[in-house]
């Protein structure tokens, strides 16, 4: 069974960094997009970065300059160095990957979530 772990949440100060890690727990045929969302009590899950297996990357306006998603495909991780956070990056984040697991003999692909890490982020 796939599993994403994530890693690396807790509390910080204003203008305080954190990184936040996720591993995918098996070895699998391919992912591709991994990537990171947030939400915020009362509010939906959102966007924050994705990165492509060839490294493409996408981010949300609010974060743009401030966070940065990368990747290791050799190790199945990914991660989200997170600077100058502020008092409303606060949320639970969670990883998500796209990966082709083989049905039936052919790839098909498959979101999965992580469990979620808690971000909070004091003024």
């Known amino acids: 069974q796939v599993q994403l772990v994530e890693s690396g949440g807790g509390l910080v100060q204003a203008g305080g960094s954190l990184k936040l890690s996720c591993v995918v727990s098996?070895?699998?045929?391919?992912?591709?997009?991994m990537g990171w969302y947030r939400q915020a009590p009362g509010k939906q899950r959102d966007l924050v970065a994705v990165?492509?297996?060839?490294?493409?990357?996408n981010y949300a306006d609010s974060v743009k300059g401030r966070f940065t998603i990368s990747r290791n495909n050799a190790k199945n991780t990914a991660y989200l160095q997170m600077n100058s956070l502020q008092p409303e990056d606060t949320a639970v984040y969670y990883c998500?990957?796209?990966?082709?697991?083989?049905?039936?003999?052919?790839?098909?692909?498959?979101?999965?979530w992580g469990q979620g890490t808690q971000v909070t982020v004091s003024s």
């Open positions: 998500y990957a796209n990966i082709a697991i083989i049905r039936f003999g052919v790839p098909v692909p498959t979101d999965y």
């Open positions: 098996r070895s699998i045929f391919s992912i591709n997009t």
């Open positions: 990165i492509t297996s060839g490294g493409s990357t």
